[in-house]
Nanobody, 120 residues
């Protein structure tokens, strides 16, 4: 089995920064794309950013310029640097690996989520 474990969430004041990490663990898997989603209370889960194995990135339009996604393929880890945080960024942030090869099949894996709270 493949597990995605997030870390780095917490409480920060508006204008501050946080860096989230998500490490994939297991044996015999190959991760292609990785990404971050978030879900605020009472709202649907939404895309934050994705990064391909080649480093190609995609961002939600509203977050461009404040959030930066990156990955370390050797460590099977994806990062999300969040700067100039706003109270509306408060949400549970989920790591996603939507097309991961494992035992000759493709799986869509999710992390358990990490809470980010931005105080005004």
């Amino acid at each position: 089995q493949v597990q995605l474990v997030e870390s780095g969430g917490g409480l920060v004041q508006a204008g501050g920064s946080l860096r989230l990490s998500c490490a994939a663990s297991g044996i015999g898997f190959v991760i292609n794309n990785m990404g971050w989603y978030r879900q605020a209370p009472g709202k649907q889960r939404e895309l934050v950013a994705t990064v391909g194995k080649d480093g190609t990135t995609k961002y939600a339009d509203s977050l461009k310029g404040r959030f930066t996604i990156s990955r370390d393929n050797a460590k099977n880890t994806v990062y999300l640097q969040m700067d100039s945080l706003k109270p509306e960024d408060t949400a549970v942030y989920y790591c996603n690996a939507p097309d991961t090869w494992y035992r000759s099949m493709i799986y869509n894996y999710w992390g358990q989520g990490t809470q980010v709270t931005v105080s005004s």
